[in-house]
T-cell receptor, first 117, second 115 residues
Framework: QQQVKQSPQSLIVQKGGIPIINCAYE??????FPWYQQFPGKGPALLIA?????SEKKEGRFTISFNKSAKQFSLHIMDSQPGDSATYFC????????????????FGTGTLLAVQP | KAGVTQTPRYLIKTRGQQVTLSCSPI?????VSWYQQTPGQGLQFLFE???????NKGNFPGRFSGRQFSNSRSEMNVSTLELGDSALYLC??????????????FGQGTRLTVV
């Protein structure tokens, strides 16, 4: 119930393409869903985050789509660039259950994205 | 504004030894959390501190411990190192009372190799 399942494990797209990364969760107590981007040798950096009261959120070329009934959320990268090549992690937590069992940021297993020029 | 600083960046230790890793959060941030990152297990939550108090703990053995000081700097300690402890250890900090519900800023990590 604490898992966040992420797919695909790796993804190759051409420059300008729209890679889509999907995540699914079981625990309905989760209410905070961030996406992180990690470059080799660096720590993860927050890209964009969504809460269940909205179905979509855009920040620049990055869009999160959220389907509460299906317990799924996905990241779309519009007009992808070679500089977007990185590992992407989805995550989920029960943000208000301070110190509780579900108040831990549970990460997906990551998607290695390669954007070819 | 300086980011999250983790020291050292790289560390090689022998099985059975102990190690202490340090994390200096962004100035003004009071929440610090620690993660272990490995290729097989991904990012696993270790613990979170706020105002010198441990708020939450992940599913790691008691060999893993941590603390936070009054200036919000945090340390984690691993005793009796095992080969499987080889990993990238990441620290994250946030402005609010928890790194779990708001933007958390990660450091570059400490790469620990146990031989």
């Amino acid at each position: 119930q604490q898992q966040v399942k992420q797919s695909p494990q790796s993804l190759i797209v051409q420059k300008g393409g729209i890679p889509i990364i999907n995540c699914a969760y079981e625990n309905t107590a989760f209410d905070y869903f961030p996406w992180y981007q990690q470059f080799p040798g660096k720590g993860p950096a927050l890209l964009i985050a969504i809460r269940p009261d909205v179905s979509e959120k855009k920040e620049g070329r990055f869009t999160i789509s959220f389907n509460k009934s299906a317990k799924q959320f996905s990241l779309h990268i519009m007009d992808s660039q070679p500089g977007d090549s990185a590992t992407y992690f989805c995550a989920a937590s029960n943000s208000l259950n301070y110190g509780g069992a579900t108040n831990k940021l549970i990460f997906g297993t990551g998607t290695l994205l390669a954007v070819q020029p | 504004k300086a980011g999250v600083t983790q020291t050292p960046r790289y560390l090689i230790k022998t099985r059975g030894q102990q190690v202490t890793l340090s994390c200096s959060p962004i100035s003004g941030h009071r929440s610090v959390s620690w993660y272990q990152q490995t290729p097989g297990q991904g990012l696993q939550f270790l613990f979170e501190y706020f105002s010198e108090t441990q708020r939450n703990k992940g599913n790691f053995p008691g060999r893993f411990s941590g603390r936070q000081f009054s200036n919000s700097r945090s340390e984690m300690n691993v005793s009796t190192l095992e080969l499987g402890d080889s990993a990238l250890y990441l620290c994250a900090s946030s402005l609010g009372p928890s790194t779990m519900n708001t933007e958390a800023f990660f450091g570059q990590g400490t790469r620990l190799t146990v031989v």
